[in-house]
């Protein structure tokens, strides 16, 4: 059997589509089972034919509500039995309201949402922090600063495991913490299918994030290593395109495994032996037979990133380093650097030279001293920009790119017309 869903994953598998193609989506559906259609969305969604009604597995994020609602009435235009969140990011959860309408129009029973209990958790703090996440969500993704505030909470919760029952179907649902807090990966075994919610999402796990709460690497990779001894024949990710066959589901689920747990382990070895953060950045890598599976590449989170967060998770937030304990602020380090280097000019020049030999992460560091020094520098902030714009281009990594660019565009901002640079 084949179609352009299946057509896209085997050529997923086989490396011939970029990795950084893996989550562009093409809006298509196709059913992979009976009564299984998958609906390739940014942030996937299964629709899932039942005795009860549909059961939806994630229902897309809030912007594209109403194309994913559309998509979903093209497949099947039954009512909504259920909806299950795998989590609560805004990019899988936010897409129920057409669908809570239409129900009210139509005289139907309300869809119920299912999730774990820390959903609602989250929702609540996505409302505390609005400002914060429009902010991160701009600098991640180069949009305009927006974040909702209206969620649909969960009605039915569990804690570690829930069955739920529709008609004929019954779907194991398992908590994990790894991305979040709040993960639920469904099982159903009757006919070997796996959702991993985003515990599996064709790039390197997102273990690390720099902007975001903590993530549990651990964890994630007992939770990888307790779908993979289930033996799936069909795995529906987060993102990207599904995997066909027992011994590919298998290798994709430990592979993945293995990566977060290598990157603990090592860590955590480092840790126990006295080293510092930085001390363990420069040595801990993931295993290198790795390095070439198209499904453990580096283009959203980085290793550095998870490491960070192991440190974090296991150690606190400070980095072990004396200094930084209660560190001068970066304004005044910069003066005290400038004037050992003849004056902030001299700072720039040098960061300039450092950027041009190709070493840009030490030309970022004078050239932010340069900036904190002299705020208002036109000098300071055109090198700025340059040296971030080529950090940008040279990060594989989206989180990466987007912090980069974002600094890149906050200096060249200072440098139009009508800005306070002088």
Not at 141 to 161: E, H, L, N, R
Not at 163 to 179: D, F, N, P
Not at 377 to 396: F, L, N, T, V
Request: proline share 6%; charged share 25%.
């Amino acid at each position: 059997m084949s179609g352009p869903i299946r057509d896209f994953a085997e050529a997923c598998w086989s490396g011939a589509v970029p990795p950084g193609q893996f989550w562009k989506p093409t809006g298509r559906a196709e059913e992979l089972a009976p009564g299984v259609i998958f609906l390739h969305t940014f942030a996937n969604m299964t629709v899932l034919r039942t005795g009860a009604g549909l059961v939806l597995v994630d229902t897309s994020n809030y912007a594209a509500r109403d194309r994913t609602f559309a998509l979903v009435r093209s497949v099947d235009p039954a009512p909504i039995f259920a909806a299950i969140y795998t989590h609560g990011h805004a990019d899988h959860a936010l897409g129920l309201p057409p669908f809570l309408a239409e129900a009210r129009a139509r005289g139907w029973a309300r869809p119920r949402i299912v999730g774990h209990r820390n959903v609602a958790a989250r929702f609540a703090r996505y409302r505390r922090t609005n400002g914060y996440n429009g902010l991160i969500n701009a600098r991640q993704f180069g949009i305009a600063p927006t974040w909702p505030m209206d969620y649909d909470d969960p009605d039915v919760v569990y804690d570690t495991t829930l069955a739920l029952a529709a008609g004929e179907v019954t779907l194991q649902l398992h908590h994990a913490r790894g991305e979040t807090d709040d993960h639920t990966w469904v099982w159903w075994a009757e006919r070997r299918i796996l959702w991993t919610g985003d515990q599996f999402i064709w790039v390197a796990p997102n273990a690390g994030n720099p902007q975001k709460v903590q993530r549990y690497a651990g964890e994630w990779a007992a939770s990888l290593r307790a779908m993979s001894a289930l033996e799936p024949e069909l795995l529906i990710p987060g993102h990207g395109a599904p995997i066909l066959g027992r011994a590919r589901v298998r290798q994709a689920l430990d592979e993945t495994a293995e990566w977060l747990e290598t990157l603990e382990r090592e860590t955590l070895a480092r840790m126990n032996a006295g080293a510092t953060l930085d001390a363990i950045l420069a040595e801990v890598r993931p295993p290198a037979h790795l390095a070439a599976r198209p499904y453990l590449q580096a283009v959203y989170d980085e290793p550095d990133y998870v490491i960070r967060n192991i440190w974090r998770l296991y150690g606190g937030w400070w980095d072990g380093v004396a200094s930084h304990l209660k560190p001068a602020r970066e304004a005044e380090v910069g003066r005290e650097v400038a004037q050992l280097a003849g004056g902030v000019e001299r700072l720039v020049a040098r960061a300039r030279e450092l950027a041009a030999s190709g070493d840009l992460a030490l030309a970022a560091h004078l050239v932010d001293w340069a900036v904190a020094v002299e705020p208002e520098s036109r000098p300071a902030h055109a090198a700025r920009a340059e040296i971030y714009e080529a950090r940008a281009r040279d990060a594989a990594a989206l989180m990466t790119r987007g912090i980069f660019t974002a600094a890149a565009r906050e200096s060249a901002e200072r440098l139009e017309p009508g800005s306070r640079s002088g």
